[in-house]
């Protein structure tokens, strides 16, 4: 195999053409959900005559309602924070706790050490839909007595059972992006005097920030996403149980659906869009000294 | 090591038995107020007003679930409302208490709301009122999840028998009521008048002709053979999928069951099916019927099908009537009350074959109050009594015939009392509501007026009360925790005889050995009588 660099151009062509056909129900679909919520009918039939230009679709989801006559004006404002608060939520806990379990997985030799880097894979294998039984049961064990705080301990129930799921994974990556700095980094800082959590926050931190941030961004997308959780533990609504919601065949306005759908993975692209640099710095690894 | 063996066993022990012990906390509390209830509603309402306010109870909180089309969101509003009427009594009695619904959730999905309910119930998280099928309320009566309200229905004798005594009967469970009555429908067969008037068949009197069992499956599809001969595209749609339960009207109408009220057990009863699958069988044979119809879209296909006038029948609901009026469904565009008058005529289900009895099906929705209603309030271990007799009481108020009849007007669902049913043939009343000049929360008035002005109008009003007596001959699913998965068994056998995959008697089969196969349904389901080899369709 040759380097990128020393790799003949021709094939450069032939490459993105196969990328691009790859991708290319991916990019249809999502084109064809957003040119849908701009439309009086969905266009996924590929006939443009189905398109007929409006905003109607936008308005509606704007003033939480997802039917053309009827429905339940839903507080959309509240149910797109809610949904913003588990995301970050998860994205906080998983990255702190990723942070500090890579660092002692990567620096410290610790009794068990072995043990536990197998078991957070193991724990990785366990899909969410699996875990939900248990979880449920220890939502109903830990459930508070008093009324007053079970909005916002289904909260903060959902934050960390989601962010549970993910951490393995994180720790993982993590450790990686650890494990990447020389360790003359490190040394510098103790022998100036420095402790072990100084130099974690002071001169580790700061090297592996493309690292937190993936972390951070794929915290926060299983958020986002999440409805399992959500719907079973969650009081309120977030997008994807609004989504859910006003979804039955027979009923549904799907352009409605397409607008709200669409408004829904907006923060993730912008998300994606704007930290792309430093995602990709991430992957190449590199330090700069 | 094995210290450690035993531990985490111990553990996993001690979880089993909390988890155990969880849905009993709470189960040995008294209450220690409570009113006894006399069927005045103004007096009652009162009493349990007084009963807060001197235990220091200024707010109640109550939240409203419901379901279905965007149409029926009176099923949440109607709380609302019920809530406003209260809070004016009160008022007006000086009392200082209020009612706030804090949260009206509202999902499309009947069966979706039900699932949800399921899983946030025993947490104290559903909603205090749930709106929902019929069907599911044995489920919900037998787990302990809603509130038997038969001691409180008895002061309220009155409004119970001005309920229609059918569905009544359909909220019960082991002969105690669990919930009032919301709404019911019908399922007409829609015929296009413009179809028919083009192939001759004459629709005067062809109701009577329904009714008497003279006009029978045979003549549906000699007539939809001729529409298909003269150059409309098809002679019959009708829905799909097993959730409604629509087809099995067949059963019904060939003089089968579906239920043995004796053993309480499924039946599937083998000539009624086997003729059913026939018809079906024989109308997709000969290309009247799509034979991919089970997966056809609703709102591109099924729906502009039969508003375009390309199919002579149709198998559908009541709220068909409104829906084609606020859904584009035609061209583009929605149809006018006019066009749906001028094109459509309606009859019962008929009757299978002479000497059979025409039918319809309904699916009755019913307001049910959590077993936790009023969880949310301060003091639910002490005034759980009257937390929940003012649930009860906003439920009685919640089915006022005017809350009622808006919603069957709004939503083309049938009243499910006599009043609301006297009401909605009331002229003013009418204009009333078409104006929206009724005394209704402002909230509820701004939330509902689209749909009104989409629907509100004599010719409507008028279907309603023509469709009314179909209730006389309708059938009721069910409500068996396995006729959900009885009825997907017969959604793949429909689907595979209209395919051609199977022949009705190869499909009869197939519906028997499913059943066997699966041993919950085999315990649940009794199978009766044989194929009737030398039956004949059509007569």
Do not use: C
């Given at each position: 195999m040759k380097d990128v660099e020393t790799r003949p151009r021709r094939y450069s062509r032939v490459i993105i053409l196969t990328i691009l056909l790859a991708s290319l129900p991916l990019i249809v679909g999502f084109s064809l959900l957003v040119i849908s919520s701009f439309s009086t009918e969905m266009v996924t039939n590929l006939n443009p005559s189905s398109f007929h230009l409006t905003l109607e679709n936008w308005i509606s989801v704007f003033h939480g309602k997802l039917a053309t006559t009827g429905g339940i004006r839903a507080p959309i404002l509240r149910i797109t924070l809610n949904t913003l608060i588990v995301a970050l939520g998860v994205a906080g806990v998983v990255t702190a706790v990723s942070a500090l379990a890579g660092y002692s997985l990567s620096r410290v030799n610790f009794r068990g050490r072995k043990h536990m880097m197998i078991l957070l894979l193991v724990l990785h294998a366990f899909p969410g839909v699996a875990l939900i039984v248990g979880v449920y049961l220890l939502y109903r064990l830990t459930f508070p007595q008093s009324m007053d705080i079970v909005r916002l301990y289904s909260f903060m129930y959902v934050i960390f059972a989601r962010a549970a799921l993910e951490i393995p994974m994180s720790v993982w990556l993590m450790k990686g992006f650890f494990d990447t700095i020389p360790w003359e980094f490190e040394w510098s800082g103790i022998i100036d005097g420095a402790s072990r959590i100084t130099v974690w926050r002071k001169i580790m931190l700061p090297l592996i920030k493309p690292g937190i941030l993936a972390v951070a961004l794929f915290a926060f997308l299983a958020g986002w996403q999440d409805i399992i959780y959500v719907r079973t533990f969650l009081i309120d609504q977030t997008l994807a149980t609004f989504i859910e919601a006003n979804i039955e065949a027979e009923f549904s306005h799907m352009p409605m659906i397409a607008a709200a759908g669409t408004l829904y993975l907006l923060p993730t692209i912008i998300f994606f869009i704007t930290a792309q640099q430093l995602l990709l710095q991430g992957y190449s690894g590199g330090i700069k000294g | 090591m094995r210290a450690r063996v035993i531990w985490l066993v111990a553990l996993v022990l001690l979880g089993v038995v909390a988890s155990g012990c969880i849905s009993g906390g709470g189960g040995t509390q008294t209450s220690s107020a409570k009113i006894q209830l006399t069927g005045?509603?103004?007096?009652?309402?009162?009493?349990?007003?007084?009963a807060l306010q001197q235990n220091g109870i200024s707010e109640v909180r109550f939240s409203a679930w419901g379901s279905g089309d965007p149409n029926s969101v009176m099923r949440v509003y109607g709380i609302v409302e019920a809530a406003r009427r209260?809070?004016?009594?009160?008022?007006?009695?000086?009392?200082?208490?209020?009612?706030?619904?804090?949260?009206?959730?509202?999902v499309a999905s009947f069966q979706d709301a039900y699932k949800e309910y399921?899983?946030?119930?025993?947490?104290?998280?559903a909603g205090d009122f749930f709106v929902n099928s019929y069907a599911f309320l044995p489920t919900l009566a037998d787990e302990g999840y809603i509130l038997d309200i038969t001691d409180y229905a008895k002061a309220y004798?009155?409004?119970?028998?001005?309920?229609?005594?059918?569905?009544?009967?359909a909220s019960k469970f082991k002969g105690r009521l669990y919930g009032l009555p919301q709404d019911t429908e019908a399922r007409p067969l829609y015929?296009?008048?413009?179809?028919?008037?083009?192939?001759?068949?004459?629709?005067?009197?062809?109701?009577?002709?329904?009714?008497?069992?003279?006009?029978?499956?045979?003549?549906?599809?000699m007539w939809a053979k001729k529409a298909k001969e003269s150059g409309v595209e098809w002679g019959l749609i009708h829905r799909k999928g097993s959730a409604?339960?629509?087809?099995?009207?067949?059963?019904?109408?060939?003089?089968?069951?579906?239920?043995?009220?004796?053993?309480?057990?499924?039946?599937?009863?083998?000539?009624a099916v086997y003729k059913w699958l026939y018809v079906e069988w024989k109308f997709a044979r000969d290309g009247l019927l799509p034979k991919d119809i089970m997966s056809w879209d609703w709102a591109k296909q099924i729906h502009p099908t039969v508003v375009e006038g390309k199919t002579l029948f149709d198998i559908g609901g009541t709220w068909y009537w409104t829906e084609w009026q606020t859904k584009q469904y035609y061209n583009g565009r929605s149809l006018t009350p006019e066009e749906v008058r001028k094109w459509f005529y309606y009859t019962l289900f008929p009757a299978g074959e002479k000497g059979?009895?025409?039918?319809?099906?309904?699916?009755?929705?019913?307001?049910?109050?959590?077993?936790?209603a009023g969880q949310q309030n301060?003091?639910?271990?002490?005034?759980?009594?009257?937390?929940?007799?003012?649930?009860?009481?906003?439920?009685?108020?919640?089915?006022?015939?005017?809350?009622?009849?808006?919603?069957?007007?709004?939503?083309?669902?049938?009243?499910v009392r006599k009043a609301a049913a006297k009401l909605i043939k009331d002229e003013k009343w009418l204009n009333d509501l078409k104006n929206l000049n009724l005394d209704l929360d402002p909230a509820v008035k701004d939330n509902i007026k689209d749909i009104v002005k989409a629907t509100v109008n004599p010719i409507n009003a008028e279907f309603l009360a023509n469709v009314s007596y179909m209730l006389e001959y309708t059938h009721l699913a069910p409500a068996h925790p396995k006729y959900p998965a009885l009825a997907d068994i017969f959604k793949e056998a429909v689907d595979r005889v209209l395919r051609g995959e199977m022949t009705p008697k190869d499909a009869v089969n197939f519906i028997i050995q499913k059943v066997k196969a699966d041993s919950e349904l085999a315990q649940n389901v009794e199978i009766v009588g044989k194929i009737p080899e030398n039956w004949k369709f059509p007569q």
């Open positions: - | 005045d509603f103004t007096k009652d309402a009162v009493a349990v007003g007084k209260i809070n004016r009594i009160w008022e007006k009695n000086g009392i200082k208490v209020k009612i706030t619904i804090t949260d009206t959730h509202y399921l899983s946030k119930q025993p947490l104290g998280q004798k009155s409004v119970i028998d001005d309920f229609y005594p059918s569905l009544i009967e015929i296009r008048k413009d179809v028919a008037a083009r192939i001759g068949l004459n629709l005067n009197g062809l109701d009577g002709k329904v009714k008497n069992g003279e006009f029978t499956w045979s003549d549906v599809y409604h339960p629509d087809l099995i009207q067949f059963i019904f109408a060939f003089g089968g069951k579906l239920y043995d009220p004796n053993t309480g057990k499924l039946v599937v009863d083998v000539p059979d009895k025409p039918v319809t099906l309904s699916q009755p929705f019913i307001w049910m109050i959590n077993s936790k301060p003091k639910y271990d002490e005034l759980k009594d009257v937390y929940h007799e003012l649930a009860f009481l906003m439920v009685v108020k919640a089915s006022d015939p005017d809350i009622n009849a808006i919603h069957s007007v709004i939503s083309a669902h049938l009243p």
